[in-house]
């Protein structure tokens, strides 16, 4: 077992970025994502990371030189939050399609205007159909995990995707918390190098992301999506290593006193802990409550859902992010669409909250809880959503 | 689990001192957890600050609302913040102040258990100015043994290098010259 340290959960995130050997981290600034950038460049700076720290002017450009860097073979990381990552939007949307594994850490910031420096998941829906496997985590422990994990499914040649790891900004990423390091040698017994399928080179010249007209583009596309839903099956193999080396159990959605529960919490990303105390005191109050936490966001694990929802009445899904003019959060709509027309389809409640950070407290959720059970005796459709603690609603 | 909400100005270090006591409480093999109210710092500006122990794995990740215990690192907070505002029935304010702890229960129409110290004195004494989150630190473990004293003081001198000793002064004066009024 590594060592326990109390740390901020950036910092340690920093060091897993360390421990995974990188060759290159480009990245530029932006809260709340800054100190881990600030680490791994005090990192590189003092020597105990050798790696190519380029500060870039543009996170278009960070995602540009991780582009490069991944095309010749070698281990590249950048992380963004907010702006940033919409401002890279366009070079996200080609990593993918070009097949070349990386990391990046969001620390999930509210989009603009108005300026909001703080917390929801605006940012990540704004990614949501880019081609990249995303996983939320809950804690600093789960972010350090899956840094790891992240190389070691991105770079699997069954895979060679991109890999995007949500970090609740400031509630996650600027909280200081126990976190297991790693052993130098379970790093290596988990993590190979990287060997690229294929790699930019002089002596060898590929061409990639070159033009695709009518009669190509249409079987390009699909097989990038096929590879992204058949990555789950490695992405459950490198959980059950990560397990076997390390002792903590991941899956693509983690229940919490859910197998006999009537309703489920449906959440994503560190909402969850809390939730489970919601959960807890529910059931102090002899309600038949649960909660899944959905870590796995794409590929959606739609049959994993199903499986998990079988005996449930209904559905609580919280969700950070506004889908403008849609029918729902977008976590609520994409299990809406995985459990129509189900054998005993649960009743679907859904509730935004939290965003720019506002507290959601334990209270809050029973609040929720109780509001759902409300809907649902009078008419679940009246409403498909509803917004939770905003002044005028 | 134990709740502590720290209040200060921007720069004085009240998120350093919830850092250092979670730091001391993961240390003795216990859960602590540290968070800043998070927003852009300004320097002067009043700030908030968090510190949760326990010993078994925190969840939480909301705000403390109704804290344990209040340490407040700068006494022009006191008028201008209702710093016990949710403080529980028994719980403990510690502040930074030069006068009695009868005085400021008097001023502030407080009732809660009370513990005070002249941290700005202390500070300007042993550090050469008046930054108390070292200090205030000294006053909150009289106030009640959240960690060991022992604890802090590795997280300490990680945390401030060449001039760790001189903070470790301050705190352990602190510990000593704290007047408890429970």
Same mark, same amino acid.
């Given at each position: 077992?590594?060592?326990?340290?109390?740390?901020? &959960?950036?910092?340690?995130?920093?060091?897993?970025?360390?421990?995974?050997?990188?060759?290159?981290?480009?990245?530029?600034?932006?809260?709340?994502?800054?100190?881990?950038?600030?680490?791994?460049?005090?990192?590189?700076?003092?020597?105990?990371?050798?790696?190519?720290?380029?500060?870039?002017?543009?996170?278009?450009?960070?995602?540009? &030189?991780?582009?490069?860097?991944?095309?010749?073979?070698?281990?590249?990381?950048?992380?963004?939050?907010?702006?940033?990552?919409?401002?890279?939007?366009?070079?996200?949307?080609?990593?993918?399609?070009?097949?070349?594994?990386?990391?990046?850490?969001?620390?999930?910031?509210?989009?603009?205007?108005?300026?909001?420096?703080?917390?929801?998941?605006?940012?990540?829906?704004?990614?949501?159909?880019?081609?990249?496997?995303?996983?939320?985590?809950?804690?600093?422990?789960?972010?350090?995990?899956?840094?790891?994990?992240?190389?070691?499914?991105?770079?699997?040649?069954?895979?060679?995707?991109? &890999?995007?790891?949500?970090?609740?900004?400031?509630?996650?990423?600027?909280?200081?918390? $126990?976190?297991?390091?790693?052993?130098?040698?379970?790093?290596?017994?988990?993590?190979?190098?990287?060997?690229?399928?294929?790699?930019?080179?002089?002596?060898?010249?590929?061409?990639?992301?070159?033009?695709?007209?009518?009669?190509?583009?249409?079987?390009?596309?699909?097989?990038?999506?096929?590879?992204?839903?058949?990555?789950?099956?490695?992405?459950?193999?490198?959980?059950?290593?990560?397990?076997?080396?390390?002792?903590?159990?991941?899956?693509?959605?983690?229940?919490?006193?859910?197998?006999?529960?009537?309703?489920?919490?449906?959440?994503?990303?560190?909402?969850?802990?809390? &939730?489970?105390?919601?959960?807890?005191?529910?059931?102090?109050?002899?309600?038949?409550?649960?909660?899944?936490?959905?870590?796995?966001?794409? $590929?959606? $694990?739609?049959?994993?859902?199903?499986?998990?929802?079988?005996?449930?009445?209904?559905?609580?899904?919280?969700?950070?992010?506004?889908?403008?003019?849609?029918?729902?959060?977008?976590?609520?709509?994409?299990?809406?669409?995985?459990?129509?027309?189900?054998?005993?389809? $649960?009743?679907?409640?859904?509730?935004?909250?939290?965003?720019?950070?506002?507290?959601?407290?334990?209270?809050?959720?029973?609040?929720?809880?109780?509001?759902?059970?409300?809907?649902?005796?009078?008419?679940?459709?009246?409403?498909?959503?509803?917004?939770?603690?905003?002044?005028?609603? | 689990?134990?709740?502590?909400?720290?209040?200060?100005?921007?720069?004085?270090?009240?998120?350093?001192?919830?850092?250092?006591?979670?730091?001391?409480?993961?240390?003795?093999?216990?859960?602590?957890?540290?968070?800043?109210?998070?927003?852009?710092?300004?320097?002067?500006?009043?700030?908030?600050?968090?510190?949760?122990?326990?010993?078994?794995?925190?969840?939480?990740?909301?705000?403390?609302?109704?804290?344990?215990?209040?340490?407040?690192?700068?006494?022009?907070?006191?008028?201008?913040?209702?710093?016990?505002?949710?403080?529980?029935?028994?719980?403990?304010?510690?502040?930074?102040?030069?006068?009695?702890?009868?005085?400021?229960?008097?001023?502030?129409?407080?009732?809660?258990?009370?513990?005070?110290?002249?941290?700005?004195?202390?500070?300007?004494?042993?550090?050469?100015?008046?930054?108390?989150?070292?200090?205030?630190?000294?006053?909150?473990?009289?106030?009640?043994?959240?960690?060991?004293?022992?604890?802090?003081?590795?997280?300490?001198?990680?945390?401030?290098?060449?001039?760790?000793?001189?903070?470790?002064?301050?705190?352990?004066?602190?510990?000593?010259?704290?007047?408890?009024?429970?």
């Amino acid at each position: 077992m590594g060592k326990r340290i109390g740390l901020e &959960v950036s910092l340690s995130a920093a060091e897993a970025v360390k421990m995974a050997d990188v060759d290159c981290i480009a990245a530029y600034p932006i809260t709340p994502q800054t100190h881990i950038v600030e680490h791994l460049s005090e990192l590189v700076n003092n020597g105990e990371l050798d790696a190519e720290f380029i500060p870039v002017e543009s996170e278009h450009s960070a995602m540009s &030189v991780c582009a490069g860097i991944a095309a010749v073979g070698a281990r590249a990381f950048t992380c963004t939050s907010s702006q940033g990552l919409a401002l890279m939007n366009e070079i996200v949307h080609i990593v993918s399609s070009m097949r070349l594994p990386m990391v990046m850490i969001l620390a999930n910031r509210s989009l603009s205007a108005p300026i909001s420096i703080w917390n929801d998941h605006t940012d990540v829906m704004s990614v949501r159909d880019c081609g990249w496997v995303q996983v939320f985590a809950n804690n600093g422990q789960e972010v350090f995990d899956h840094v790891l994990f992240g190389y070691r499914v991105a770079e699997s040649e069954k895979v060679m995707l991109p &890999v995007m790891i949500h970090v609740d900004g400031f509630i996650l990423t600027h909280v200081i918390e $126990p976190v297991e390091f790693w052993e130098t040698e379970q790093v290596e017994r988990y993590l190979p190098e990287f060997k690229p399928v294929h790699a930019l080179h002089p002596d060898r010249p590929v061409t990639m992301g070159c033009i695709a007209g009518p009669p190509i583009f249409s079987e390009v596309k699909v097989a990038q999506d096929e590879a992204l839903i058949q990555s789950k099956s490695e992405i459950i193999s490198a959980w059950k290593e990560l397990g076997d080396i390390v002792g903590r159990n991941y899956k693509p959605i983690e229940g919490y006193k859910h197998e006999d529960a009537e309703t489920l919490f449906i959440t994503q990303g560190c909402f969850g802990e809390t &939730v489970s105390l919601a959960v807890d005191a529910l059931r102090d109050e002899g309600k038949s409550v649960g909660l899944l936490m959905d870590r796995l966001w794409r $590929p959606f $694990p739609f049959e994993e859902f199903r499986q998990a929802v079988e005996n449930a009445k209904s559905l609580i899904v919280i969700d950070r992010a506004i889908s403008y003019g849609g029918q729902g959060g977008p976590l609520a709509l994409d299990l809406r669409s995985a459990l129509y027309k189900e054998k005993n389809e $649960p009743i679907i409640t859904n509730f935004i909250c939290g965003l720019a950070s506002r507290d959601v407290t334990i209270d809050d959720f029973k609040n929720i809880y109780n509001r759902s059970m409300e809907k649902i005796k009078v008419n679940p459709r009246e409403e498909d959503f509803e917004y939770y603690g905003v002044r005028g609603k | 689990m134990l709740e502590i909400r720290l209040h200060g100005r921007g720069g004085q270090g009240a998120v350093t001192s919830a850092e250092l006591l979670a730091q001391a409480a993961i240390k003795e093999g216990k859960y602590g957890q540290a968070f800043p109210s998070f927003g852009p710092e300004r320097r002067g500006a009043p700030v908030v600050a968090f510190c949760r122990i326990d010993e078994k794995q925190i969840k939480i990740r909301s705000n403390i609302n109704e804290p344990d215990i209040v340490l407040v690192l700068d006494p022009s907070i006191l008028r201008i913040v209702d710093v016990a505002a949710g403080l529980k029935g028994d719980g403990i304010l510690v502040t930074n102040t030069k006068h009695k702890a009868d005085e400021i229960r008097k001023e502030l129409n407080l009732k809660c258990k009370l513990a005070v110290v002249n941290a700005n004195g202390i500070a300007r004494e042993e550090l050469g100015l008046p930054i108390t989150n070292t200090t205030m630190l000294g006053a909150l473990l009289k106030a009640k043994a959240v960690v060991s004293p022992d604890s802090l003081i590795e997280p300490l001198r990680e945390r401030f290098g060449r001039i760790a000793e001189k903070n470790i002064r301050a705190f352990k004066r602190a510990f000593k010259e704290t007047e408890l009024a429970f």
